[in-house]
């Protein structure tokens, strides 16, 4: 229904489709009158397509993403007076190298930014630059390394230095020192930040207690909490919520569980998303794999007040150490370095995983005839639907790889998906029917499964875009020279 496609209106319901198991009438039931379902043919598809973020769009999921986009962009597709009319796709990206290439093979569509580029290149309409100065401070880069020492000692007395330092402004100017007090870890992987939560409830708390003696305020954390994959949906906005929380605490707030967070250690979760105005300080444990990711990341601090950006590199990794000895041309220029990004829609192993997917919505999404979980068994390989599915996937390999090769690729695997489906769909007696998903009547039998129900196959379909990296084990065996 989302494309428009719908058969009926139900006064009570809304919308509805040949896939919905709805009745068509229903009776009275307390406030709720009797009412009937109207037969309303299909509805205009969507005009505006708006992709927020489009700088995520990259990698793996960028490369399931402009392969499900072939469907919907064929679904949203409508003729009027003999002319094809297409939705308009509106993005708003930040960090981005090579647009065109990339808005090209998601959504085959040529790059018109707006606003155009003007004559000054310090306005750019939706912002205007302006210099440093103590009315409107910015962000301060800061690196350390120290060759021969280990990446958590030093990281041990960075978040010791930052939170007892912080400590000593707030007891000398109060809420004004509130931008400092709440310490972002930022780590490239899980098991960097895993390591790191355990020392920041041992090493770090002991230490703070005795920073008394070195001239600074000793100072007692409660408040830690981590932004990773490891937190459910539901833990996180309150994780948010404490963190707009200002460095205040008293006995009310500790009573109502209002303590701001002293540590928020946290993986690349936090560069998107996270708009708290009041962070400044953020402690970076090596230098991240990519240039646009760090600038996303360490963009979180010092949106209203001054930021300090602390990076710590590890010595024993040459990209860290040449991240370092260049350090200060790197920061000055660092937008010039952002990497490329990498969408490849139409790859042998992104078509394996994701082309049935594509092929089955382009197929029942297209009109009533194939529409029904039952119809998946009255597929028929001269139907039009089929037909013009089959030629839109094709056609768009085509467009957006440039390659013949690729093309014929794409429509012998769609051929051999389509000949499995017309053989499960002639298979199918006995009373039994085939749908797109199996049921519990004892009848149905599922032709589309899931990744976790059987070895992936031709018909398996994906759950999640982002669930594309299988973590792999390895397990190294020392051999003998002799062998």
Known sequence: MLFGRVNGYCPRHGYRS??????????????????????????????????????????????????YETAVDQLCTWELNGQTVRPKVIASTATIRRAQTQVNSLFLRQVKIFPP??????????????????????????????????????????????????????????????????????????????????????????????????????????????????????????????????????????????????????????????????????????????????????????????????????????????????????????????????????SPRALDRGLTGVLAAAIRLQGEDFNANEAAGKIDRNHEFVQTALAGISRRAALVTGSNQVEDLVRQMLKKRLDEWLSQAEATTGGAILGYTSKKDGRTRGLLKKPEEEPFNLFTCLNSLRDVEPNVTLILQEQGMDE
């Open 18 to 67: 040949p896939d919905l198991e709805d009745a068509d009438r229903h009776p009275r039931k307390k406030k709720f009158p009797a009412v009937q379902t109207q037969a309303i043919g299909p509805l205009r598809p969507p005009d505006l397509i708006i992709q927020d973020e489009l700088h995520l769009i990259s990698g793996p999921l960028g490369t399931l993403v402009g392969l």
């Open 117 to 346: 580029s003007g004559i000054d290149a310090d306005d750019n309409f939706f912002a205007r630059k302006k210099e440093s100065s103590d009315a409107s401070p910015g962000r301060l880069y800061l690196g350390l390394c120290a060759p021969g020492a280990r990446l958590k000692t030093l990281l041990i007395r960075a978040y010791v230095a930052y939170l007892a330092a912080a400590q000593t402004l707030y007891e000398t100017y109060g809420a004004a020192a509130d931008p400092w007090m709440t310490l972002i870890g930022y780590f490239n992987s899980m098991r960097e930040l895993g390591g790191m939560r355990r020392v920041v409830d041992d090493a770090v708390r002991t230490r703070l207690y005795r920073m008394d003696k070195r001239g600074l305020a000793k100072r007692a954390i409660w408040g830690v909490e981590e932004l990773t994959s490891r937190k459910s949906a539901a833990d996180i906005p309150q994780i948010l919520d404490r963190l707009e929380a200002p460095f205040a605490p008293n006995k009310e707030q500790k009573k109502k569980g209002k303590r701001p967070l002293d540590v928020v250690l946290a993986t690349n979760m936090i560069s998107v998303g996270v708009d708290v105005g009041r962070l400044g300080l953020m402690v970076v444990a090596s230098q991240p794999k990519a240039t646009a990711e760090y600038i996303q990341a360490t963009s979180r601090v010092g949106r209203r007040f001054p930021g300090l950006v602390c990076t710590v590199y590890n010595w024993a990794r040459p990209r860290d150490l040449s991240h370092y000895e260049r350090f200060e041309h790197y920061h000055a220029t660092f937008y010039q370095q952002v990497e490329a990004l990498s969408v490849t829609p139409f």
